[in-house]
């Protein structure tokens, strides 16, 4: 809001209290024109919304502006009948206090508009849900529904609410809308027998009349033409409407559908209107020296038929009223007058009767299942009441009706000022600001003066209507003149001096009320107080068929014989239960002004709204809230606001607002007495020194312009800084898309490539065709790679990689081809004698291969054909085998031809046949013969190869042999037991010397017999131990231990 107080001087200050002379009635005045013309049609005093009715559609309702004004603080936006709406709400929800909003203004000031637009806020800003929405719904229709019934068009409005309507709208702990109640107050129940010239009767009729329902009207006896009924044609002109009366009636209908009214409930309904007009079209005629009759029969026909009567019960009751004299009923015919009285008692006591039905029915209609289980379970509710009542009335005659209104609205003002003092001492209070006393005008008195016991206007109006004799209005009047003359705020005729006798009429009365004075006509105070029904009249509404007026009189109201209240009375008693109710909840007041009588929107007649700003009270409204401070704001708005004016708080300050506030009010200047800063506000007393501020801000705005402007030329550039990287992000990203479209057709080609070969696979031992025939290829050549990487290095691989059954056939071919090529390959390296090596190996894996433990560890060890000389034991000078051979085998070799050739030597131990004594010797192999030379280089034995049976070897890793020889040959004398180093060497090569691999045994058992020289049986027993040793055993036999 303090952002347009610069713009004060054009459109005007959004809050009255910020008027430079709050006491001048015409810069308020001129403040509000110069909204209007502006089309700011709302302003603030206070808590308190001013509307001004713009006679035209403005386009600040939509959901938009809803949404707008939704949980922002009541002064952060423009004043606004929903941001009134919105403070009340919350503050309901946030405060679980009940709240309600109190509409007045007069006739056509747009009462009714604005609390549809109060309502429609509240439907949108609650919790939604299908029975939400249901409730909603009830709530928004129930308005257009009591519209129809209860609203007429007058002189100065073409929707003029003719009854007061209190809702309350009840909500749950989380704002939804379980349910709502509906209060009516004082409907206008003489315009339904009469109303002013230009005006109408109450919209429903019309839009009955006009429905174009050719079933409903012939039903209920109705003709299309208004002008056919008298209560819609008494000035005998048809009046200017502006709205579609038959549109109209499809909204009633929808709204009683929406209301949950039976299609029986709607009928009997319609029955009840079109019986009113029945009623209004009878006529009652005298004829000389008889009894009143009535002249068209037909109507008392039609209204039995509606009401579901008796008609001639109907027609006695019309004529005829029964007396109680002395304990006995006596009938009295009616005179003319009477029966027309009579008559429109009825259709008075029956349309307003009507109406207080339809009311209760709409709130059975707004008690939804939830809002019954809560009241079940005691469950705590919120409420959120909706005043829509007449505002002060002042007409050119004013009667009993505008008594009652201008009554009510002295009530309103009484609460508001207490209401609103009370408000302000609590806040002061609250904020721990010394309370100054506000003198007010107390209308106390003015509510006294009508409504006090026994001398107040409604009592002695009350005692007049049931004085014995013949009481009128004038002795009414006369009475209050006795009674109250003297009183300040009373004049009547003969209380009043000369000058204000010749103003004053002797049947008229004024009362000096809070908005000004006011002129009442007596006539028709009584009869209107009185509203009394003649018993024979209710005894027939109680007999009907009709379900609406069966609920409405029943049978315990004629056995009730104490004369029920007047009206006046009944008013007083439902204005105090409003007040209570009001009392209870938090206030929010909209004021509703008209600008112009005529009705158009470019008018703004200052006589008219000054008088409204009088009669509503808006000066003592004003005057009441500008009596102590004229600003007041929570500190962390205002120092939010007005940080940048010090520098001491610009741009942060670190301690708390409201030490802020005051380092900034310091700054400002600010006089004690301008200012005072409360517990959470800062209050500023004169409007000139808020403006004075504002006009430092809007300077200093310059400033921060500048400052601003270099950080958004800092943004801007960073912006596009962003820009391009977004840009380059975008580029980025189609490019990865380029790149993943490419990746996605790979990949359907490799899922059409796999699919392929997986259907090859399948098919893979069917005869090659179509769907196989990549398979094959690609397993073929996938087998070829695989071998090429994996063929065997050497010719002891024997590894070979397992090919599919496809290309086995050609594996084998493969693998026999390879396997030849590299065996001819190794051969074309050996060496002869490398040869001769292999040879030997190959006869000695024949011979000791799982036979002698210790042979696979001398697998990979070639033989060592030749021992060096210097290795013998016993030989060392002697260098080389040839010397050897030579110093050895010389002597020998002179007698043989051909000389001894040696292809085998080295180290031996032999054991002796006797006594198994160990000798060395040296084992020396030549192509005949096996010689043993002793140490001195003599020839020991000498063992032809012929004579030689057999080679004995144990299967552990001893290097024992025994030499088996043919004992039948001269010159033996036994087997020979021999211990070599190299005994796989030495048995190799006797069995290639003798060509005879079978010569050489491996036994299996542990002992090994041999041929002594006697002849006799020696044995060697063979067994493993920890330590490997050779001896004689205590049996004589050889003990041959090997390591394990």
């Known amino acids: 809001m303090e952002s347009a107080l610069l713009e004060r001087d054009k459109v005007g200050v959004q809050d009255f209290v910020l008027l430079n002379n709050h006491l001048s009635l015409d810069e308020f005045i001129e403040n509000l024109e110069k909204r209007f013309k502006h089309d700011l049609i709302y302003t603030y005093i ?39 709406s919105d403070a009340a709400f919350r503050y309901m929800l946030e405060e679980n206090r009940d709240q309600c909003v109190l509409i007045s203004g007069e006739s056509g000031a747009g009462k009714t508009e604005a609390s549809k637009k109060i309502l429609q806020y509240i439907a949108r800003a609650s919790r939604h849900s299908q029975e939400v929405e249901d409730v909603k719904e009830r709530l928004l229709e129930s308005n257009p529904l009591l519209e129809a019934f209860g609203n007429a068009k007058t002189n100065r409005n073409d929707n003029s609410s003719r009854f007061g309507k209190y809702m309350d709208i009840q909500f749950d702990f989380q704002g939804v809308p379980v349910g709502g109640h509906i209060l009516n107050y004082l409907l206008e129940k003489s315009r339904v027998v009469g109303h002013a010239p230009g005006e109408r009767n109450f919209h429903i009729f019309y839009e009955l009349l006009n429905s174009n329902d050719v079933v409903l009207l012939e039903k209920l006896c109705l003709s299309s033409d208004p002008q056919d009924y008298v209560y819609l044609n008494q000035d005998g002109q048809s009046s200017q409407v502006t709205v579609n009366d038959t549109n109209m009636f499809k909204v009633v209908r929808n709204a009683l559908d929406v209301c949950d009214f039976t299609p029986e409930k709607q009928q009997d309904l319609f029955a009840i209107v079109a019986c009113v007009l029945h009623l209004g079209n009878l006529q009652f005629v005298q004829e000389r020296g008889s009894r009143t009759q009535i002249s068209d029969e037909k109507n008392v026909a039609i209204i039995s038929k509606l009401l579901g009567c008796d008609e001639n019960i109907l027609f006695a009751a019309l004529l005829n009223r029964t007396v109680a004299a002395k304990g006995d009923e006596v009938k009295t015919p009616l005179s003319v007058e009477q029966a027309y009285q009579a008559r429109d008692a009825l259709a008075k006591a029956v349309y307003d009767r009507m109406f207080t039905w339809l009311v209760q029915r709409i709130n059975d209609s707004l008690t939804s299942k939830h809002l019954c289980e809560m009241m079940q379970r005691k469950e705590r509710r919120t409420l959120f009441g909706l005043l829509d009542i007449y505002g002060f009335e002042i007409f050119e005659n004013n009667g009993f009706e505008q008594f009652c209104i201008n009554y009510c609205n002295e009530k309103l003002q009484q609460l508001f000022i207490e209401l609103t003092l009370k408000s302000e001492q609590d806040e002061y209070l609250r904020e721990g600001i010394e309370w100054e006393p506000v003198e007010y005008f107390n209308n106390k008195i003015i509510c006294d003066l009508i409504e006090a016991k026994p001398m107040g206007i409604i009592a002695i109006m009350d005692e007049e209507c049931v004085r014995p004799g013949d009481p009128t209005d004038e002795t009414f009047l ?141 000066m003592e409204n004003l005057r ?170 050497t010719v002891l691989d ?101 000389p001894v050739e040696i292809v085998y030597a080295c180290p031996a131990v032999k054991f002796d ?108 027993e063979f067994s493993t131990g920890p330590v490997a040793k050779t001896v004689k055993g205590k049996n004589g036999n050889l003990c041959v231990i090997s390591s394990a």
């Open 913 to 1020: 046949r006797n006594g198994y004594k160990n000798r060395d010797r040296l084992f020396m192999l030549a192509d005949n013969a096996i010689y043993l030379v002793a140490e001195k280089k003599e020839i020991k034995d000498i063992i032809l190869l012929d004579v030689l049976k057999g080679v004995s070897v144990s299967p552990f890793s001893d290097n024992i042999l025994v030499l088996h020889l043919n004992q039948t040959d001269n010159g033996v004398k036994g087997d020979v037991i021999l211990q070599t180093p190299n005994v796989y060497e030495t048995c190799t090569m006797i069995a290639m010397q003798c060509k005879d691999s079978q010569l050489i045994n491996v036994i299996s058992e542990g002992v090994i017999k041999h041929v002594l020289k006697t002849g006799k049986e020696g044995m060697i």
């Open 624 to 793: 009441v809230r500008r009596a102590g401070f004229a600003y007041r704001r929570p500190h962390k708005f205002f120092l939010q606001r007005y940080k940048s004016l010090c520098p001491d708080t610009w741009p942060q300050y670190s301690g708390t607002d409201k030490e802020g506030v005051q380092v900034l009010v310091d700054h400002l200047s600010y006089q004690p007495d301008d200012y005072k800063i409360g517990n959470t506000k800062i209050f500023i007393r004169l409007p000139k020194v808020l403006f004075a501020t504002e006009e430092l801000f809007a300077a200093r705005k310059h400033e921060l312009a500048t400052s601003i402007q270099a950080k958004f030329k800092g943004h801007y550039q960073r912006k596009s800084y962003l820009r391009m990287k977004v840009a380059v992000i975008m580029i980025a990203k189609h490019w990865r898309r380029v790149l993943a479209k490419r990746l996605l057709e790979k990949r359907k080609w490799a899922t059409l490539v796999v699919r392929k070969y997986i259907k090859g696979f399948i098919l893979r031992n069917e005869p090659e065709c179509e769907e196989n025939k990549g398979f094959i290829h690609f397993t073929r050549y996938n087998y070829l790679i695989r071998l090429r990487d994996s063929l065997p290095k």
């Open 798 to 898: 024997k590894s070979w990689p397992q090919a599919p059954r496809l290309v086995q056939e050609a594996n084998d071919y493969m693998r026999e081809l390879v396997m030849s090529n590299m065996v001819r390959k190794y051969c074309n390296t050996i060496s002869p004698e490398r040869k001769s090596q292999m040879e030997l190996k190959v006869l000695a894996e024949s011979i000791f291969k799982g036979q002698k433990s210790s042979y696979s560890a001398r697998v990979k060890d070639l033989f060592s054909l030749y021992t060096p000389a210097d290795h013998i034991v016993g030989l060392q000078g002697i260098s080389g085998l040839n010397q050897l051979h030579t110093q050895v085998f010389s002597k020998l070799n002179k007698k043989l031809d051909p």
């Open 46 to 84: 206070g808590p308190v919304l001013v509307s001004m009715n713009p006679y035209k559609d403005l386009p600040i309702y939509s959901e938009q502006v809803m949404g707008t004004y939704k949980s922002e603080d009541f002064y952060e936006l423009p004043p606004h009948v929903f941001a009134l």
């Open 478 to 618: 006369t009475k209050m003149s006795n009674n109250i003359g003297g009183h300040l705020h009373f004049t009547s005729h003969e209380t009043a001096d000369k000058s204000t006798r010749k103003k004053l009429g002797r049947t008229e009365f004024k009362l000096k009320h809070y908005a000004g004075d006011v002129t009442y006509f007596i006539k028709g105070f009584l009869e209107k107080n009185n509203d009394l029904l003649f018993r024979d009249l209710k005894k027939v509404m109680t007999q009907t068929t009709n379900s609406v007026t069966l609920d409405m009189f029943t049978d315990k109201e004629l056995e009730n014989k104490k004369r029920p209240d007047s009206a006046a009375t009944s008013f007083k008693q439902s204005l105090s239960q409003l007040m209570t109710i009001l009392m209870s909840k938090e206030p929010s007041y909209v004021r509703c002004i008209k600008p112009n009588d005529s009705k158009r929107s470019s008018i703004f007649s200052r006589s008219i709204v000054e008088h409204q700003v009088k009669y509503l009270g808006l």
